[in-house]
DNA sequence: AGGCGGTTGTGAATTATTTCACTATTATAA
DNA sequence: TTATAATAGTGAAATAATTCACAACCGCCT
């Protein structure tokens, strides 16, 4: 086992796992690296050297228990912990991320929303109580929250971002097109739409 | 000038020409890689390396001309172009696409939309025309649309993605977190939302 | 028990990407 | 005009990621 594991290895591992849910709703017990890449579309070796830089998970002349190796990966990436998150922005793109079911199987719990409009503040929006995001500060810290979505307008993002910093957050996914200049202790992912779009551009 | 332009240099462009705006609203005329690379927290050797494959931009000894730099990267990228593309499946996701402003600033123009709601059907949706999911074929060879953005729940993904192939799309943008099998012909690119919290969280 | 076909885990080789470090060029100041 | 400081462009070196290829091993069959 390696010190160093490629960031693309983790990010491959939800991959796995996601897939790995499919194959045993499927009805799959075990499967070959070999034909796990093939429908991943990646090579067998990269599968396998991505898992051994976390131990041994397979059986040689067998290949993978599908179950055991969910819940390896499902230990590896911490999913069998919990993370609360706070969704900050309430527009189309706060809402689709408040409705999307993919996180909760993932560990991450809804644990705060935010908006500033007064027609939100104070209602319930699918069910959860909508902060004003005045109150930002102390409803994080009271609630421990760690994670927060970030999806405001672009104006306000580094406003918002900084006091997200001032509440105690440790990670950011930033789906605004801004670079936010913060702490370099906050964690910051960007999640560019029109930058997804323009790459599929290209390559066309 | 090489042959084989690194992927992620296309992806770094992008955000080159996002700041290069930036700068241009500000009113910065000239800018030296040092400096650009460390707004950008890169490397200035990555800057220049990133440019040198398409050719010569900078003065030595004075930098880079930023409105010139920001017209030849939209030439590399094609932004000069436009492109056609459409949105199917308007829940919260896809109205969040609609809304964003990014998209036509990169040359690309929403030109049909689409869904499976007859209260959406027929009807005008922040200024354009709902579609019948079951008009894509007929709608997209008419209007020449060469890009679309799939945001419907995950259970029709691969049956409206098969739809797309048929109509003649060339590239998908799949907001789902389904794995979509389709000509290789066609460009995919995922976009895991799930994912991009999940490698955040990993290296909390 | 022994052999065989299939499959993992992994060091080594390869390929891709980034950084280094230096040259050539330009702007500017004396 | 010449010297000096700043800075781009780039081949070479370093680092990172992926693939190759094969020994070691497992399960099954006879």
């Known amino acids: 086992m390696k010190k160093i594991i490629p960031r693309k290895t983790i990010q491959r591992l939800l991959l796995y796992y996601r897939y790995l849910l ?9 499967i070959s690296s070999t034909s796990f890449a093939d429908i ?14 976390f131990g ?15 819940d ?11 993370r609360k998150v706070c969704i900050v922005g309430l527009g189309n793109l706060g809402l689709a991320l408040l409705g999307y079911k993919g996180f909760a199987s993932l560990g991450f719990v809804v644990t705060a929303i935010f908006d500033n409009s007064p027609q939100k503040i104070g209602r319930k929006i699918k069910g959860f109580a909508c902060y004003d995001i005045k109150e930002l500060i102390p409803v ?22 900084r006091r997200m910093e001032d ?6 996914l930033n789906f605004t097109p801004v670079k936010l200049s913060l702490s370099k202790k906050i964690k910051i992912n960007n999640v560019d739409l ?9 390559f066309l």
Chains 1, 2 share one sequence.
């Open 167 to 172: 509440a105690g957050i440790k990670a950011i």
């Open 22 to 30: 499919f194959l045993l709703q499927q009805g799959t017990k075990n």
């Open 140 to 161: 994080v810290k009271n609630n421990k929250i760690e994670i927060a979505l970030l999806t405001v307008p672009s104006e306000a993002a580094q406003e918002v971002a």
């Open 56 to 70: 041994k998970f397979g059986t040689q002349g067998a290949g993978y228990d599908v179950l055991a190796l969910r």
């Open 72 to 82: 390896e990966i499902a230990k590896i990436l911490g999913i069998d912990k919990e």
């Open 194 to 202: 029109a930058a997804e779009l323009k790459t599929l551009s290209y």
């Open 40 to 53: 991943l579309e990646i090579s067998a070796a990269q599968l396998r050297k991505d898992l051994s830089y």
